[in-house]
């Protein structure tokens, strides 16, 4: 059984930066593809990011794309989210996911979860 811990939200204004982490355990890591999810208030959870064991297979999602980077250390079991020129419309709850070896931008195809971290950007 995976268990993953979100941490590094907060509240930051528009144009600034944040870095999540997830740290996981409880499992072989390095077989497991990563990604970030987030959900807004009255949204559907949505794919951000996502990166393979070999950190070669990193897909972003259009609306983050050259603002957000997805990177693993699998020597610590953790996945990082690097999040530059932060907009309002990012703010979420955001949420780390693994899946076994494969890509994919289904969140019911993911697993494993974690309880979710808050991401605010104020205007």
């Known amino acids: 059984q995976v268990q993953l811990v979100e941490s590094g939200g907060g509240l930051v204004q528009a144009g600034g930066s944040l870095r999540l982490s997830c740290a996981a355990s409880?499992?072989?890591?390095?077989?497991?593809?990563m990604a970030w999810f987030r959900q807004a208030p009255e949204k559907e959870r949505e794919f951000v990011a996502g990166i393979s064991w070999s950190a070669g297979g990193v897909y972003d999602a259009d609306s983050v794309k050259g603002r957000f980077t997805i990177s693993r250390d699998n020597a610590k079991n953790t996945v990082y989210l690097q999040m530059n020129r932060l907009k309002p419309e990012d703010t979420a709850v955001y949420y780390c996911a693994a899946r076994v070896l494969t890509m994919s931008l289904e969140r019911n195809d993911y697993k494993y979860w974690g309880q979710g971290t808050q991401v605010t950007v104020s205007s």
């Open positions: 409880g499992g072989t890591f390095g077989s497991y593809y």
